[in-house]
């Protein structure tokens, strides 16, 4: 992997594609650098320290700014852990959070190159290991619900939405960071407000 002191000057300029590799989920993954920063991406979108980091960023400033616990979190789609990073640097430092990824090259990747400090990292299907924290009676103060494949996230059923309500602690909060046309996230609203989840949508976010 090329990870020279001019290649990081030549960042600025231009993106430069250090690594590339195939995910387990059929989709290719790169190690980008960008103005002097390494980034996770897949084929055509951002997993990690780019714009999504921008965009988590905000997200969870809108937690903290409406009282939430960052005590104990769950993240289903770590990626890189940007979520992760953020927690700990602007929120707390001691915070407990279990990251989850489906596809074992990220899990991989993010252990070699990016934020893993203080984050137990679970191999796993994101719906199966709501299953088991469910069974188990394991409550978060935060959930970020992060399921992307390149460009694509779910089309959430009642129950999944349903499951991600059952395993948070009382005046516990949740992220779904997710791409719908205008009816899909009609749908989703309509399945959150069935479900007697208290919501506020962030149509559209501004990055530089």
Known sequence: ??????????????????????????????LTLYRGKLLLDADRVNYSFGTLHKVMKGALNRVHSNGGDFSRVLILGYGGGSAAK????????????????????VIELASKHFYTRG????????????????????????????????ELSPNYSLA????????????????????????EFRDLELKLQELNIKYESWIKVEVS
Do not use: C
């Open 86 to 105: 953020i927690i700990h640097e602007d929120y707390s430092n001691d915070a407990e959070i279990v990251g989850v990824d489906a596809d074992e090259k």
């Open 1 to 30: 992997m090329e990870s020279t002191r001019f290649a990081k000057f030549r960042s600025y300029l231009w993106p430069i594609v250090l690594y590339r590799t195939q995910g387990n989920l059929n989709h290719g993954l790169e």
């Open 160 to 183: 999944q939405l349903e499951s991600f309500k059952s395993i948070l602690s009382p005046n516990g909060k949740m992220i779904i960071n997710t791409m719908l046309d205008d009816q």
């Open 119 to 150: 984050v137990k990292l679970v191999h796993s299907d994101a719906f199966d290991y709501v299953n088991q924290a469910r069974k188990n009676g394991w409550k978060y103060s935060l959930l970020i619900v992060d399921l992307f494949v390149n």
